[in-house]
């Protein structure tokens, strides 16, 4: 059950305006975001959207199911890359992959800009703490 109902919205563009995100952590709500290609899905040069990986849609269905607010967010959906359009065919294409692996009641939003969240899982992260610290 989303923690804010009424938010999502996948048959218009509307709910890539709105920082519910940011609502939902003021009301105490855990935001959990994810990147897509590459972290919930196989990463294809194509852009086509590959097979789920396993591990991570997991962790997106238990964050989901302990109440977290989750975010999937993906350059595919930001307009200042994409055209309208454009963004409107991958906005339909990654409902079909959610509704296709049983993905899409486990979303509570969908960005084309980086969310703000509480965690964020994203296969090209690197977290500041694994730098080693510059000799003098």
């Given at each position: 059950?989303?923690?804010?109902?009424?938010?999502?919205?996948?048959?218009?563009?509307?709910?890539?305006?709105?920082?519910?995100?940011?609502?939902?952590?003021?009301?105490?709500?855990?935001?959990?975001?994810?990147?897509?290609?590459?972290?919930?899905?196989?990463?294809?040069?194509?852009?086509?959207?590959?097979?789920?990986?396993?591990?991570?849609?997991?962790?997106?269905?238990?964050?989901?199911?302990?109440?977290?607010?989750?975010?999937?967010?993906?350059?595919?959906?930001?307009?200042?890359?994409?055209?309208?359009?454009?963004?409107?065919?991958?906005?339909?294409?990654?409902?079909?992959?959610?509704?296709?692996?049983?993905l899409v009641d486990?979303?509570?939003?969908?960005?084309?800009?980086?969310?703000?969240?509480?965690?964020?899982?994203?296969?090209?992260?690197?977290?500041?703490?694994?730098?080693?610290?510059?000799?003098?």
């Amino acid at each position: 059950m989303n923690p804010l109902p009424g938010t999502v919205r996948y048959d218009s563009l509307s709910s890539f305006d709105v920082k519910d995100e940011m609502q939902a952590h003021r009301l105490g709500v855990r935001v959990v975001a994810f990147d897509l290609d590459g972290t919930l899905a196989e990463e294809h040069p194509d852009l086509t959207l590959g097979e789920p990986i396993r591990p991570m849609t997991d962790k997106l269905i238990a964050e989901h199911k302990a109440g977290s607010y989750t975010v999937i967010y993906t350059t595919r959906l930001n307009l200042r890359l994409w055209s309208k359009q454009e963004v409107k065919l991958h906005h339909h294409l990654i409902f079909q992959w959610l509704c296709k692996h049983g993905l899409v009641d486990y979303v509570t939003l969908l960005v084309g800009d980086k969310p703000y969240a509480d965690e964020y899982w994203d296969n090209r992260a690197r977290n500041p703490k694994e730098l080693e610290p510059t000799p003098p």
